[in-house]
């Protein structure tokens, strides 16, 4: 993983395009500068930039961004340098499932590894992980999607 700070010049971008175009023209020149610099195939925009981006409005973005870019793979994201980190919401279910698999996952391909090659070793361990999961965390209810709330009609 990569981590590169850069100050992103939009106005001579932006100055290009009529009055109403600028701010999304400014989110595509964050890309095309991150896609040029990072040498990636993607390119993720992230929460904060975007919404400091628009801040003003459609018609006023400004005119550089202090950015962050983070490379893993072929995917570059592109972050402020203010922009506080998120970690990601972890459930009783999610949590549950990845302490089956680092337990049950190991013990399984040790066992098989004496019989078989490591690849099919794997295979077979993924496979009844995944059996062992459905089992433990069918107990668990899920989270239901919020119902949308629509207007009444007169």
Same mark, same amino acid.
């Given at each position: 993983?990569?981590?590169?700070?850069?100050?992103?010049?939009?106005?001579?971008?932006?100055q290009?395009?009529?009055?109403?175009?600028?701010?999304?023209?400014?989110?595509?020149?964050?890309?095309?500068?991150?896609?040029?610099?990072?040498?990636a195939?993607?390119?993720?925009v992230?929460?904060?930039?975007?919404?400091?981006?628009?801040?003003?409005?459609?018609?006023?973005?400004?005119?550089?961004?202090?950015?962050?870019?983070?490379?893993?793979?072929?995917?570059a994201?592109?972050?402020?340098?203010?922009?506080?980190?998120? $970690?990601?919401? %972890? #459930?009783?279910?999610? &949590?549950?499932?990845?302490? +089956?698999?680092? /337990? !049950?996952?190991? =013990?399984? @391909?040790? $066992?098989?590894? %004496? #019989?078989?090659?490591? &690849?099919?070793?794997?295979? +077979?361990?993924? /496979? !009844?992980?995944e =059996?062992? @999961?459905? $089992?433990?965390?069918?107990?668990?209810?899920? &989270?239901?999607?919020?119902?949308?709330?629509?207007?009444?009609?007169?």
């Amino acid at each position: 993983m990569e981590e590169r700070i850069y100050t992103i010049p939009l106005r001579r971008e932006f100055q290009k395009t009529t009055r109403f175009k600028k701010a999304k023209k400014a989110v595509t020149a964050v890309k095309e500068f991150t896609l040029k610099h990072a040498k990636a195939k993607e390119v993720k925009v992230g929460r904060y930039l975007n919404e400091a981006i628009w801040a003003n409005g459609i018609r006023y973005p400004p005119a550089r961004v202090k950015v962050k870019i983070t490379k893993e793979g072929d995917i570059a994201t592109v972050e402020l340098i203010d922009a506080p980190v998120v $970690e990601k919401k %972890t #459930t009783e279910k999610t &949590k549950i499932k990845e302490e +089956v698999k680092t /337990e !049950v996952e190991k =013990e399984v @391909e040790e $066992e098989l590894e %004496t #019989t078989m090659d490591k &690849k099919t070793a794997k295979k +077979v361990a993924k /496979e !009844v992980v995944e =059996e062992s @999961e459905k $089992e433990i965390t069918k107990d668990i209810p899920e &989270k239901k999607p919020r119902k949308k709330i629509s207007k009444k009609e007169n």
